[in-house]
Each structure stands twice: as C-alpha cells, then as structure tokens.
C-alpha cells in the first residue's frame, strides 16, 4: 500500500476478515505473480483466479498490448462449489489448469491471434475467496474481453443448440468450428473493432497496486 494513512487512525473498529480487507489482498497478491505463457501452462492442482495478457500486434488492441493491463480477468473453481459443496482437501482436480487450457485452445483457433503473444497470472485462493477476488480485478481493470466482447470463455453448445448468435468475440476472432453454426451478428469485424478502441481510449489504465481504500463507514 502506498498510503498507511487510512490504517493510522481508522475510526473504526479493524476488522481483517472483511471483504474490503481481504478482496485487495486476494487482487494485489494476484496481480504480482510471475507471469506464465498460456501457451505451456503446466499441470496444477487447485481452484485459483487468474488473468491473461496480450502483447502482441492486433492493432485494435494496441492500447493494452505493451502494459500489464489484462485482456481478460476469470476464476476457476471446482464444481461442488457452485453448488455448496466442499472441496476442503481435495488435491485431485484441475479446475484452473482445464479453465486455461481450454482458453489456449480458443485462442489457437483464432485466425488472427498468436498464443506465444498471450501470458497469464493466477493465485491458487481459498475457494470462498475467490468470486471476491474475480470481481474486484475486473472492477480494478475493466477487461476488454470481460467488458465489451462477450463469448470468449463460452464452450460449443452442441446440437441443436446454435440458434443463438454468434459470440462477438468470434466476430472480431474468427476460428473457432462451432462458432460458426451459431446466427449471424448485424455486427462486422469492423463494428466491434471501433467499439474497442472506443473503449480502451477512455479506459483509466492503473498504474499503482493499490485497489481501494479502506472505508467501514
């Protein structure tokens, strides 16, 4: 933290277990891992949050392509925890490792995206932690891919199932076999692009690991 001011005198009683307490911790922790290639990401155990990262040439994202700013922000959590179950001890599964593999995978369908140009960052979290975690990094961050171009993480829904519309981020991604089944968009390649820049060029960009200050009121 940069600033202690607010700790020196709070006015309020410290708790260290609440959410505006721990959420900047989860984030900060996160944010100073070593990156990996999510083109190699080896095999792990746990339930983790994570963030990916482009820094390659595809102008529309040339904002974010030479910063650390993440193109997309995600968590991977065993699936008993969506439902209320426990998962305390169990070393077996690879939520995370499943989660970036098949999102390496998108991306080598994609015709004009190199993975070797794609690195990610995740933080192995208590599973109760990590919806906290998840949405304090895309209120800090504001990723394109979370924000604006939706259907990157979507999976093939199958047969029968392709009446909806196409993801806009197979629009401006194109590659993916399933996504072409899916309806076509009144949106071009172009369209979304313009969306984009749009964004990005009014997007703050943080330059400090600071996440929020630390408020009871």
Known sequence: MENLDAIKHPGFVFDPSTTNVVGP???????????????????????????IYYAGAFPTYSAISKREHP????KAVHAGTRKGGGTEGDTTRKPLYSRLSEHAESVR???????????????????IWIPLGESLLIARFSPVWNAII????????????????????DVLHP??????????????????????????RNAPFPTSTRFIGIDQN
């Open 109 to 127: 369908s994609a015709e004009n995206l190199d993975i070797l140009e794609f690195h990610c960052r995740f933080l192995v979290v208590d599973d």
């Open 150 to 169: 939706d259907g990157f993480g979507n999976h093939d829904p199958g047969s029968g199932r392709y009446k909806g519309m196409r993801p806009r981020w």
């Open 71 to 74: 193109i997309l922000v995600g």
């Open 175 to 200: 590659g993916r076999p399933w996504a072409t089944k899916c309806g076509d968009r009144a949106e071009s390649p172009d369209d979304i692009a313009r969306d984009v820049s749009t964004y990005l």
């Open 25 to 51: 911790i989860v984030g900060i922790t996160m944010i100073v891992q070593p990156g990996k290639p999510l083109a190699t990401v080896e095999r792990f155990h746990g339930s983790e949050v994570y963030a």
